[in-house]
C-alpha cells in the first residue's frame, strides 16, 4: 500500500514559476514509477509526466522544456518544477505510483495561473 500527497500549489502569474512535490509512504518507493497528472475543468485528466524506477523521464508535448520531474528514493519524495507557466496549465495536479499490478493516487494540488 502506498499513500501519496500532494503540495506546492497555488496561484501564480504567466510566466512564473512553480514547484509541486508528492510525498510517498507506506511500501517500497523505489520500485514504482511515478508521475504527475493533472485534470483541467470540464477537461479529461492527462499524464504531464513520469519518471521510471530507473531514472528515466517522459514528458506531454505540451510541458517539454518547461517542466522537469525528479524523484528522491531517500526521502521517498517526486518532484515537478514547473516553469514559464500559462494559463493553460491551470489544473488540479495528482501524484500517480504504479507498478504491473497495482496504482495509487494522490488527492491532487491546484495549480492556477492567471494575471
Known amino acids: 500500500q502506498v499513500q501519496l500527497v500532494e503540495s506546492g500549489g497555488g496561484l501564480v502569474q504567466p510566466g512564473g514559476s512553480l514547484r509541486l512535490s508528492c510525498a510517498a509512504s507506506?511500501?517500497?518507493?523505489?520500485?514504482?514509477?511515478m508521475g504527475w497528472y493533472r485534470q483541467a475543468p470540464g477537461n479529461e485528466r492527462e499524464l504531464v509526466a513520469f519518471?521510471?524506477?530507473?531514472?528515466?523521464?517522459s514528458y506531454a508535448d505540451s510541458v517539454k522544456g518547461r517542466f522537469t520531474i525528479s524523484r528522491d528514493n531517500a526521502k521517498k519524495t517526486v518532484s515537478l518544477q514547473m516553469n514559464s507557466l500559462k494559463p493553460e496549465d491551470t489544473g488540479v495536479y495528482y501524484c500517480?505510483?504504479?507498478?504491473?499490478?497495482?496504482?495509487?493516487w494522490g488527492k491532487g494540488t491546484l495549480v492556477t495561473v492567471s494575471s
Open positions: 519518471i521510471t524506477s530507473g531514472g528515466s523521464s
Open positions: 500517480k505510483a504504479w507498478n504491473s499490478r497495482v496504482n495509487y
Open positions: 507506506g511500501s517500497i518507493f523505489s520500485s514504482y514509477a
